[in-house]
């Protein structure tokens, strides 16, 4: 069965420092998503993608965020300098065209830890 | 601001034990209702979608229903397999497709 995945499944990481957190998403989907959440906290929208730009982003997704579909396969979420708040589960979704708006295919998350 | 609310936090009941999950929503316009199963250390696994009040979705033990500001998950006669966190969310008039307010869930135990 086709799955989203992601890579690393944890990153630990100095504050200031750059993280790029991949995604393979499933192959003949057209929407890629990045949501996060934090320990103990709500599953949070970040960012959507579509036809090579971002369709919308939430206000977390701030100038420190970018994304990038650099292939044909990849997606990427780049954190230029972390912050403590930054450390969460960080997750990937796709969805293919014939899918309703909701139904996401989520990746299994990469943690991230910032110190 | 728009709101999803899931109560109970936690629910624990024992094989074959019949309840119910909650979802109350508070939304500028409901453009559709979700949910989803999360087990620890994975990511959420979609289950149904929902769009109009007295819509109702099955599968396996499992049945979603949703009135205009609420949906329950009923979950009848859980076997084990069954525990994991239960996750709402919504998409509403504001959002594109796929931005999704997620609640916090519920985390369901089922013993044997």
């Known amino acids: 069965e086709p799955e989203v995945t992601q890579t690393p499944s944890h990153q630990v990481t100095q504050m200031g420092q750059e993280v790029i957190l991949r995604c393979v998403p499933i192959?003949?989907?057209?929407?890629f998503y990045w949501y996060r959440q934090i320990l103990g906290q709500k599953v949070e929208f970040l960012v959507s993608f579509y036809n090579n730009e971002i369709s919308e982003k939430s206000e977390i997704f701030d100038d420190q965020f970018s994304v990038e579909r650099p292939d044909g396969s990849n997606f990427t979420l780049k954190i230029r300098s972390t912050k403590l708040e930054d450390s969460a589960m960080y997750f990937c979704a796709s969805r293919g065209a014939q899918f309703g708006p909701g139904e996401l295919f989520f990746g299994e998350g990469s943690r991230l830890t910032v110190l | 601001e728009d709101q999803v609310t899931q109560s109970p936090e936690a629910l624990r009941l024992q094989e074959g034990e019949s309840s119910s999950l909650n979802c109350s929503y508070t939304v500028s316009g409901l453009r559709g209702l979700f949910w989803y199963r999360q087990d620890p250390g994975k990511g959420p696994e979609f289950l149904f979608t929902?769009?109009?009040a007295g819509e109702e979705k099955e599968k396996e033990r499992l049945k979603a229903t949703l009135t205009k500001k609420e949906s329950f998950l009923h979950i009848t006669a859980p076997k084990p397999e069954d525990s994991a966190t239960y996750l709402c969310a919504v998409r509403t008039n504001g959002g594109s497709q796929g931005n999704l307010i997620f609640g916090k869930g519920t985390k369901l135990s089922v013993k044997p």
């Open positions: 929902l769009y109009s």
């Open positions: 192959s003949n989907h057209l929407y």
